[in-house]
C-alpha cells in the first residue's frame, strides 16, 4: 500500500519561510515524478509544483521564484521550500503521486500566512 505523509506547516508571518516535507512509503519512489498541490479556503486544488524522476522542476506560475522542489531518493522524501510566503499561499498543501495507474494523496499539511 501506498503512504504519502506531509509534514512542516505551520503558521508563518508574510516574508517568513516554511520547509514542507513529504515521506512516501509503498513505491519506487526513485522513478516516479512527485508533486505538491495547494488548495486554498473555497477553492479547487491546483498544482503547485512538480519534479520529476532526473529532478526536473516545474511551478505554478504564483509561486515562480519563491518556492523550490526537490526529493531526496535515499530518504523518500519530496520537499517544498517555501520562501516569500504571502498571504494567499494559505492553504491546505498536499504531496501527490501516480503510481501503476492510481492516484495517491497525503492528508495535507496546513499552511497559514498572517498579514
Known amino acids: 500500500q501506498v503512504y504519502l505523509v506531509e509534514s512542516g506547516g505551520g503558521l508563518v508571518q508574510a516574508g517568513g519561510s516554511l520547509r514542507l516535507s513529504c515521506t512516501a512509503t509503498?513505491?519506487?519512489?526513485?522513478?516516479?515524478?512527485m508533486e505538491w498541490y495547494g488548495q486554498a479556503p473555497g477553492k479547487q486544488r491546483e498544482l503547485v509544483a512538480r519534479i520529476t524522476s532526473t529532478g526536473s522542476t516545474s511551478y505554478a506560475d504564483s509561486v515562480k521564484g519563491r518556492f523550490t522542489i526537490s526529493r531526496g531518493n535515499a530518504r523518500n522524501t519530496v520537499y517544498l521550500q517555501m520562501n516569500s510566503l504571502k498571504p494567499e499561499d494559505t492553504a491546505v498543501y498536499y504531496c501527490?503521486?501516480?503510481?501503476?495507474?492510481?492516484?495517491?494523496w497525503g492528508r495535507g499539511t496546513q499552511v497559514t500566512v498572517s498579514a
Open positions: 509503498g513505491v519506487n519512489f526513485k522513478i516516479v515524478p
Open positions: 501527490y503521486v501516480f503510481y501503476r495507474g492510481r492516484d495517491f
